[in-house]
């Protein structure tokens, strides 16, 4: 170590040298650099937000996904379109009209179709019900027909009321009869516009007697946009599209029409906005804590602003590293401004504090400047060798996003120690040396009064207490989670997290499915039959799902149905719609019948409250204008019929039902299912809620016992989860050794490297510890702070050791040092700069912001207290 620094203190002094007599030259070349690289980055660094890059391309199941791209290329990057609406009917007109729309817009959309619709399952519906279903159907409607065929001729208010006058007439005649679900129903609308709200009739309700459920109030448009990936919101155009599309289709709102987007594309969408959004303020209340940390601890603007500028310019060049040498960063390496804002902040710190020391030593500024940077500058040597050794394990794994995150952070070591060792001296040589009392007076020298004896006073119990918390802290690292679903870690306000679920909490599902290639028909039969005997599924979808058993039987069904309906039911001619005063006379009609016949009131609650709205109703249209009088008849009416069209005609068209076979399905249906290579898809749907790990696992593995090829979401998020799990325990050990193998050449012995890991390897365990006893389990998004508690833990043991060696005065400890105040305060500032993040709404970030500072608080912790208890005790032995 000492032949090391030797060679490095005379390299230094020589470029100290160089860059204190020139200062002016330094600077004015690193700006015009600074103007070249900005120039360069912003024309050649781009955005990749495609998420399926960021793990290797060479993995098995990433193989097996690609294969399932390629033989169906209409499915990857596709958006889901849910459309929603107050009623089954207008959520299903809505779907239909958005179907069209996008598949007239070429440009921009591609294999846009509806799951639960088209022509020909629209004509054949009927088909796929059970035969209970078709029998409740059946007896529904016999019941409904006449009511059905008095509506149909007159669709309007009247023509509703008379179908109420033939119902008060045969309960009369049949007091076992039970119309109230009907009355009921009817009646809301009527109470609706007494109040003056908006509210439709769901006739699809009325003719199955029940009410619908959210599922049924929602229907889904799938399509495959055309994406710019090089926009850095690539999904931006496309779903304002669909957006404007949506508001089309309810322009004045009464439907209660919306429309939301989810899918791939949309999910990533709503990831950057949320956390370009949240960040602002967060960055700010950032800016200002740091600001304050680092004129505490600096006690100097001069020194605040001149730390600030070689931080920006160090980012622009490792930015401009990243543009020449990958060309763009993905969403794992873009948090390589993180990492380099924790660590190369810390640099410029040490470089500033001992500047600092020197001056509080009556040193010129010249002076002060050349011995800070021959002081510090082999320690931080030493930090940029450890730490970029760190970074660089992670190039080889592979999880490609944190493999290049980890090629641009470890150059971005290097960077930073160019311009801490250049930039910053020639700054703070121009700059007018600070004119600062004595450190031990200092506020910063305040706040870490209370530490500075501890470590001295109470070592024994300070190492007893590590020792105890250490193998608590083993103990507890088995139970450590990783969380494999990403719908976790994003902000549950957004668009499309939010339609998920919702989708998820109507349904009791998630609607992430297994895909299974089958590549002919017996093999795609054959798994099917197993797939769907497993305890983890719920169904199995193919081609053969779209070809019903027993369709003859259900034909005769359907023949019956349409007998009982009547032939002249949907050809009827239509009555002239009714005049205002028609509608008015109607009404007044309707209440004497009800009137003549008591009986029929007495046997329905529901109706005799139809009596008393309607009643009011003629008294609220006598106290109003004739004008308003004509709008409310017009909304009632509205209300009431304005679905019945539609589900009028659902019924005649699913009447066309006949029995069909595979070869009569249409070509686009059949396309989804079969590719033209013969692979036969198969979609799997689990039973168990797999947002759970557990579940997730256990659905995985069941269907991989009948196919190992499955693929697809769940596959996909739990083999990118172990990937990321084995690419990080591989850089980690890999790291650990070769810092190991670095710092024992360096130091020629064994316990100091010991001593410089030590605050890596007791305050990791630690950390993992305690995210298992606050339940905050490493995921995608937070597990990137491990490289930065790495470098932190390095660094922090490097400095302490490279003190160590150093003579202290007799009247002072270690933590009376500037080295101590540096590291206390590159904490504090990588604390403040991300620990804000912590309350941001995307959970993922949020999470990251938290693990940061509570594993930079616990680094911190062990490096000022635990490690000088251990290197006290070690001295005295």
């Given at each position: 170590?000492?032949?090391?620094?030797d060679i490095?203190?005379?390299f230094?002094?020589m470029w100290?040298?160089?860059?204190?007599?020139?200062?002016g030259?330094?600077l004015?070349l690193?700006a015009?650099?600074?103007?070249?690289?900005y120039q360069y980055?912003?024309d050649?660094?781009k955005?990749n937000?495609?998420?399926g890059d960021m793990i290797s391309?060479?993995l098995?199941?990433?193989?097996?996904?690609?294969h399932?791209q390629?033989?169906?290329p209409?499915y990857?990057?596709?958006l889901v379109i849910?459309?929603?609406?107050?009623t089954?009917e207008?959520a299903?007109?809505g779907a239909?009209?958005?179907?069209?729309?996008l598949?007239e817009?070429?440009?921009?959309?591609?294999?846009?179709?509806?799951?639960?619709g088209g022509?020909?399952?629209?004509?054949?519906?009927l088909m796929?019900?059970?035969?209970?279903?078709?029998?409740d159907l059946a007896?529904?409607?016999?019941?409904?027909q006449?009511?059905?065929?008095?509506?149909?001729?007159?669709?309007?208010?009247?023509?509703?009321?008379?179908m109420?006058?033939i119902g008060?007439?045969e309960?009369a005649?049949?007091?076992?009869?039970?119309?109230?679900?009907?009355f009921?129903?009817?009646?809301e609308?009527f109470q609706?516009n007494?109040?003056?709200r908006s509210?439709?009739?769901?006739?699809?309700?009325v003719?199955g007697?029940?009410?619908?459920?959210?599922?049924?109030r929602?229907?889904?448009?799938?399509?495959?946009?055309?994406?710019?990936?090089?926009?850095?919101?690539?999904?931006s155009?496309?779903?304002?599209?669909?957006h404007?599309i949506g508001?089309?289709?309810?322009?004045?709102?009464?439907k209660?029409?919306?429309?939301r987007?989810?899918?791939?594309?949309?999910?990533?969408?709503?990831e950057?906005?949320?956390?370009?959004?949240g960040?602002?303020?967060?960055?700010?209340?950032?800016?200002?804590?740091?600001?304050?940390a680092?004129?505490?601890?600096?006690?100097s603007?001069?020194?605040?602003?001149?730390?600030?500028?070689v931080l920006?310019?160090?980012i622009?060049?490792?930015?401009g590293?990243?543009?020449l040498?990958i060309?763009y960063?993905?969403l794992i390496?873009?948090?390589?401004a993180?990492l380099?804002?924790?660590?190369?902040?810390?640099?410029?710190?040490?470089i500033?504090?001992r500047y600092?020391a020197?001056l509080?030593?009556d040193?010129?500024?010249?002076?002060?400047?050349?011995a800070s940077?021959?002081?510090?500058?082999p320690?931080?040597?030493?930090?940029?060798?450890?730490?970029s050794?760190g970074?660089?394990?992670?190039v080889?794994?592979?999880?490609?996003g944190?493999?290049?995150?980890?090629?641009?952070?470890?150059?971005?070591m290097?960077?930073?120690?160019?311009?801490?060792?250049?930039?910053?001296?020639?700054?703070?040589?121009?700059?007018?040396?600070?004119?600062v009392?004595?450190?031990g007076?200092?506020?910063a020298?305040?706040l870490?009064?209370?530490?500075?004896?501890?470590?001295?006073?109470?070592t024994?119990p300070i190492?007893?207490?590590?020792?105890?918390?250490?193998?608590?802290?083993?103990?507890?690292?088995?139970k450590?989670?990783?969380?494999?679903?990403?719908?976790?870690?994003?902000?549950?306000s957004a668009e499309?997290?939010?339609?998920v679920?919702?989708m998820?909490?109507?349904s009791?599902?998630?609607?992430?499915?297994?895909?299974?290639?089958?590549e002919?028909?017996a093999?795609?039969?054959l798994w099917?039959e197993?797939?769907?005997?497993?305890?983890?599924?719920?169904?199995?979808?193919?081609?053969?799902?779209y070809?019903?058993e027993d369709?003859e039987?259900?034909?005769?069904?359907?023949?019956?149905?349409?007998l009982i309906l009547g032939?002249?039911?949907?050809v009827?001619?239509?009555d002239?719609?009714?005049?205002?005063?028609?509608?008015?006379l109607?009404?007044?009609?309707?209440?004497a019948?009800?009137?003549?016949n008591p009986?029929?009131?007495?046997?329905?609650?529901e109706?005799?409250?139809?009596?008393?709205?309607?009643?009011?109703?003629?008294?609220t249209l006598?106290?109003?204008?004739?004008q308003?009088?004509v709008t409310?008849?017009r909304?009632?009416?509205?209300s009431?019929m304005?679905?019945?069209?539609?589900s009028?005609?659902?019924l005649?068209?699913?009447?066309?039902?006949?029995?069909f076979l595979?070869?009569?399905?249409?070509e686009?249906l059949y396309?989804?299912?079969?590719s033209?290579n013969?692979d036969y898809r198969l979609q799997?749907?689990?039973?168990?809620d797999?947002s759970?790990n557990?579940?997730?696992?256990?659905?995985?593995?069941?269907?991989?016992t009948?196919?190992?090829?499955?693929?697809a979401g769940?596959?996909?998020?739990l083999?990118a989860?172990?990937?990321?799990?084995?690419s990080?325990?591989?850089a980690?050990?890999?790291?650990i050794?070769l810092?190991?193998l670095?710092?024992?050449?360096?130091?020629?012995n064994f316990?100091?490297p010991?001593?410089?890991?030590f605050?890596?390897v007791?305050?990791?365990?630690?950390t993992?510890?305690?995210?298992?006893l606050l339940?905050m389990p490493?995921?995608?998004?937070n597990?990137?702070?491990?490289?930065?508690?790495?470098?932190?833990?390095?660094?922090?043991g490097?400095?302490?050791?490279?003190?160590?060696?150093k003579p202290v005065?007799?009247?002072?400890?270690?933590?009376?040092?500037s080295?101590?105040r540096?590291i206390f305060?590159?904490?504090?500032?990588?604390?403040?700069?991300?620990?804000?993040?912590?309350?941001l709404?995307?959970?993922?970030?949020?999470?990251?912001?938290?693990?940061?500072?509570?594993g930079?608080?616990?680094?911190?912790l062990?490096?000022l207290?635990?490690?000088?208890?251990?290197?006290?005790?070690?001295?005295?032995?």
């Amino acid at each position: 170590m000492k032949k090391l620094e030797d060679i490095l203190r005379r390299f230094l002094e020589m470029w100290s040298g160089l860059v204190l007599r020139r200062p002016g030259v330094v600077l004015a070349l690193s700006a015009l650099f600074s103007v070249f690289v900005y120039q360069y980055t912003t024309d050649n660094l781009k955005i990749n937000t495609n998420t399926g890059d960021m793990i290797s391309p060479e993995l098995p199941f990433r193989k097996t996904y690609a294969h399932y791209q390629e033989v169906f290329p209409q499915y990857p990057d596709g958006l889901v379109i849910a459309v929603e609406a107050d009623t089954p009917e207008f959520a299903q007109e809505g779907a239909r009209v958005m179907a069209r729309r996008l598949q007239e817009d070429v440009a921009h959309f591609k294999n846009t179709f509806l799951p639960r619709g088209g022509r020909f399952l629209e004509e054949n519906g009927l088909m796929f019900l059970s035969f209970d279903k078709l029998e409740d159907l059946a007896d529904n409607l016999a019941k409904a027909q006449p009511l059905l065929a008095s509506l149909h001729r007159d669709q309007s208010l009247r023509g509703l009321l008379d179908m109420l006058e033939i119902g008060i007439e045969e309960l009369a005649d049949d007091d076992e009869l039970n119309f109230d679900p009907v009355f009921a129903r009817i009646n809301e609308a009527f109470q609706a516009n007494l109040e003056d709200r908006s509210f439709y009739l769901s006739w699809q309700e009325v003719m199955g007697d029940k009410d619908s459920t959210e599922e049924d109030r929602r229907r889904l448009v799938m399509t495959q946009p055309i994406f710019d990936y090089n926009q850095l919101l690539p999904a931006s155009k496309i779903l304002e599209k669909i957006h404007s599309i949506g508001k089309d289709l309810d322009a004045d709102g009464s439907k209660g029409i919306r429309v939301r987007v989810t899918g791939g594309a949309a999910l990533a969408h709503d990831e950057l906005n949320s956390l370009v959004s949240g960040s602002t303020a967060a960055g700010a209340a950032s800016l200002v804590l740091v600001l304050i940390a680092l004129s505490v601890g600096l006690r100097s603007l001069w020194l605040v602003g001149a730390t600030f500028t070689v931080l920006l310019m160090g980012i622009l060049f490792t930015a401009g590293f990243a543009a020449l040498s990958i060309g763009y960063l993905n969403l794992i390496s873009i948090a390589f401004a993180i990492l380099y804002i924790g660590l190369g902040v810390d640099y410029a710190i040490h470089i500033c504090l001992r500047y600092l020391a020197f001056l509080d030593q009556d040193l010129s500024q010249h002076e002060a400047l050349k011995a800070s940077v021959l002081d510090i500058g082999p320690a931080i040597f030493l930090c940029t060798l450890s730490t970029s050794i760190g970074f660089f394990a992670f190039v080889p794994t592979d999880y490609a996003g944190v493999s290049e995150l980890g090629l641009i952070s470890g150059t971005g070591m290097y960077i930073s120690l160019f311009v801490s060792l250049t930039v910053l001296p020639a700054i703070l040589k121009l700059l007018p040396a600070p004119k600062v009392g004595r450190s031990g007076g200092s506020l910063a020298g305040k706040l870490l009064e209370p530490l500075k004896n501890l470590p001295t006073r109470h070592t024994s119990p300070i190492r007893l207490l590590s020792y105890i918390l250490l193998g608590g802290a083993v103990l507890v690292l088995p139970k450590i989670v990783f969380e494999y679903d990403p719908l976790k870690l994003r902000d549950p306000s957004a668009e499309s997290i939010a339609l998920v679920e919702d989708m998820i909490e109507s349904s009791g599902k998630h609607p992430s499915t297994i895909i299974v290639l089958a590549e002919d028909n017996a093999t795609a039969r054959l798994w099917s039959e197993k797939i769907e005997q497993l305890s983890t599924v719920d169904k199995v979808v193919s081609i053969h799902t779209y070809v019903p058993e027993d369709q003859e039987e259900k034909y005769y069904m359907v023949e019956d149905i349409d007998l009982i309906l009547g032939p002249q039911l949907f050809v009827s001619p239509k009555d002239e719609p009714p005049t205002h005063e028609e509608q008015i006379l109607k009404i007044q009609s309707f209440l004497a019948t009800l009137a003549e016949n008591p009986e029929g009131a007495a046997h329905s609650v529901e109706l005799a409250r139809t009596g008393r709205l309607l009643e009011k109703l003629l008294a609220t249209l006598e106290n109003e204008n004739s004008q308003k009088g004509v709008t409310r008849v017009r909304n009632l009416e509205s209300s009431l019929m304005a679905t019945l069209p539609v589900s009028l005609n659902t019924l005649e068209t699913s009447l066309s039902s006949a029995p069909f076979l595979r070869e009569d399905l249409p070509e686009d249906l059949y396309q989804r299912w079969v590719s033209e290579n013969g692979d036969y898809r198969l979609q799997v749907f689990p039973l168990e809620d797999i947002s759970d790990n557990d579940a997730l696992k256990r659905f995985v593995e069941e269907v991989r016992t009948v196919s190992n090829g499955a693929t697809a979401g769940p596959v996909f998020i739990l083999e990118a989860g172990q990937a990321i799990i084995d690419s990080f325990r591989q850089a980690f050990i890999s790291a650990i050794i070769l810092i190991a193998l670095l710092l024992v050449l360096v130091f020629r012995n064994f316990r100091d490297p010991l001593f410089v890991l030590f605050p890596l390897v007791v305050a990791g365990t630690l950390t993992g510890a305690a995210t298992v006893l606050l339940d905050m389990p490493f995921n995608f998004a937070n597990i990137i702070a491990l490289p930065l508690l790495l470098g932190l833990g390095v660094d922090n043991g490097v400095h302490m050791v490279h003190r160590l060696r150093k003579p202290v005065p007799q009247s002072a400890t270690l933590l009376h040092t500037s080295t101590a105040r540096g590291i206390f305060f590159s904490a504090l500032t990588t604390i403040f700069s991300f620990g804000t993040l912590g309350f941001l709404s995307h959970r993922g970030t949020a999470s990251m912001g938290q693990l940061l500072t509570l594993g930079v608080a616990l680094t911190l912790l062990v490096t000022l207290l635990v490690l000088p208890a251990f290197l006290n005790r070690s001295k005295r032995t």
